[in-house]
């Protein structure tokens, strides 16, 4: 039996044949070979069309396509299959003179049955072209019904039909690597979406976290209840955030485990690094003291309102604060040292840099009023007749970007800007080249020289009755770099407990209260942007 390739009829090497041909395979009909057999045009239905080609067991494809030559022979049709002949086509033969039978003509769902080849129980459905096929000359084939087509033992195919089977190969590729690169695109959509979700779950998680919270939100006064309330944490503590207030207090936190409150003269003192707290457990929490602390700072409420606030008494809370006022004072002295010329250089905003880049230090006295004290002497020496009133003076120094760098200890109302200068020590911190901005009130020339330092004042009005220009330029510039330092007193005049007439009480507490507030206003925001 021939066998052929691609279900294409097998060639006859002897004889070739034009015209019309029969497509069954096995079948070697021809119009030209057999012309008492008819041929019959594949249906234009294509439900119909499809029977046929299951019938004749041929798929379209490379290897088989349906042109005006394909046709069907009449021995695969059984007599049912075909119209009967009327009797106006009888007669227009027999009319016309041609002899012959009339042309048979198939029934509207007429559908080949008749094959040499077995018949199958079931048909199998439609299948692609498979993408790769295997040749072979030998006459050791697969069964016809396992590789779905005939193999060829005499037919090699040409190179025309493999350079377009080739091309149909590369045009089904293009199309995979276009649906490939389509459904690439879909993903990478999908994932942002699962992104923006998941992004939407963990915002939505928080939400319910903090309204858990706030179910369960402390009545008591505390941190925790100005969670997502930054002016709040600010009007309370002088902290921008809660994060900046827990990272101030894990600084002082080893140090406050093992503190131990003030007991007036009875306190001891005892090293407080081995020193372990007796007696009972406070009643406060140390976050809890170190927030009260800076409320009182902030607010200066009495002893006795904040103890309603916090549910301590009024005696407690002054052991508390007494103890962590001295606590934060000898910390930040740890942390405050004098800035080096690099240092200075390095954060010095634009305008020093334009107008005067050798700035060290811009210093300031700032005064707070206190009550008058019963003894005469000591009301003679803090009595200011600048504000008058009995006062305390202390020495602040801001580097060009705003941050205390420089606190002197108090002096009394009466001492001289030029004599407090003097005495806080600031003087031999000084480096060659450095220069000092200052106020007019601080004429101190002749005390910098010796260190090799420069000062920065505003020019004195001369003889005349009238101020050069080029000093009234040099006053307004000096003003508007020197106002930072002004700038940098007003926030630690917002801790209200310096503000107004400081009572007696304080008296002790104040100078380690006036430099723990300025190393305060040092975890605010930058006063001066670079």
């Not at 503590?237 to 600084?251: D, R």
């Amino acid at each position: 039996m021939a066998h052929c390739v691609g279900n294409k009829p097998a060639k006859k090497k002897a004889k070739r044949v034009t015209g019309s041909y029969c497509s069954v395979p096995e079948c070697s009909n021809a119009y030209g070979k057999n012309p008492e057999i008819s041929f019959h045009d594949f249906p234009s239905d294509k439900s119909l069309l499809v029977k046929w080609l299951q019938a004749i067991r041929r798929d379209i494809g490379p290897r088989f396509q349906i042109t005006e030559s394909t046709k069907v022979c009449g021995a695969h049709f059984l007599p049912t299959d075909y119209k009967a002949p009327t009797k106006r086509a009888l007669k227009r033969r027999e009319t016309e003179g041609k002899g012959g039978k009339p042309k048979k003509l198939l029934e509207d769902n007429a559908v080949p049955s008749v094959f040499s080849f077995p018949p199958t129980t079931t048909q199998a459905p439609p299948r692609k072209p498979p993408t790769k096929r295997r040749l072979s000359t030998s006459s050791s084939s697969a069964p016809e019904d396992e590789i779905g087509e005939e193999v060829c033992e005499d037919h090699t195919p040409t190179y025309e039909d493999l350079e377009k089977e080739n091309a149909e190969l590369r045009e089904e590729n293009a199309k995979l690597q276009a649906e490939i690169a389509l459904v690439r695109t879909k993903l990478d959509a999908v994932e942002k979406e699962c992104v923006g979700e998941r992004e939407r779950s963990v915002f939505l998680a928080d939400q319910l976290a903090f309204a858990k919270q706030e179910e369960t939100r402390p009545t008591t006064f505390c941190i925790s209840r100005f969670v997502g309330k930054a002016a709040m944490v600010r009007i309370f503590t002088g902290f921008t955030s809660i994060a900046m207030f827990m990272a101030c207090f894990n600084f002082l936190l080893p140090d406050a485990r093992t503190m131990h409150t003030w007991q007036g003269g009875r306190t001891k003192v005892r090293d407080v690094r081995t020193f372990a707290k007796p007696g009972p457990k406070p009643k406060l929490s140390l976050e809890r003291q170190f927030f009260f602390v800076c409320v009182r700072l902030r607010t200066r409420q009495t002893l006795d309102e904040l103890g309603d606030r916090f549910d301590v008494d009024a005696s407690t809370l002054s052991r508390y604060f007494t103890a962590w006022i001295n606590l934060m004072y000898v910390k930040f002295k740890e942390l405050l040292v004098f800035p080096s010329r690099r240092r200075v250089d390095r954060n010095m905003p634009e305008c020093f840099k334009n107008y005067y880049p050798s700035t060290r230090i811009i210093i300031d006295c700032t005064e707070m009023f206190v009550e008058r004290p019963s003894c005469l002497s000591q009301q003679s020496a803090g009595f200011s007749n600048y504000k008058n009133h009995t006062t305390v003076k202390s020495l602040v120094g801001i580097s060009p970007d705003g941050a205390f760098t420089f606190v002197s200890p108090l002096f009394e109302g009466s001492i001289s800007d030029r004599d407090v200068v003097i005495e806080s020590g600031l003087l031999p911190l000084l480096e060659f080249g450095d220069s000092v901005m200052a106020d007019k009130g601080f004429n101190i020339q002749d005390l910098l020289a010796p260190y090799g330092a420069r000062l920065n004042i505003p020019p004195f009005n001369t003889k005349a009755h009238q101020m050069l220009l080029q000093d009234v330029i040099e006053t307004k510039t000096i003003a508007s770099v020197r106002i930072h330092v002004e700038r940098a007193i007003k926030r630690v005049k917002e801790f209200r407990l310096l503000t107004g007439v400081i009572d007696n009480n304080l008296h002790d507490l104040l100078e380690q209260t006036i430099f723990t507030v300025c190393m305060l206003c040092n975890f605010q925001p930058a006063l001066v942007a670079r």
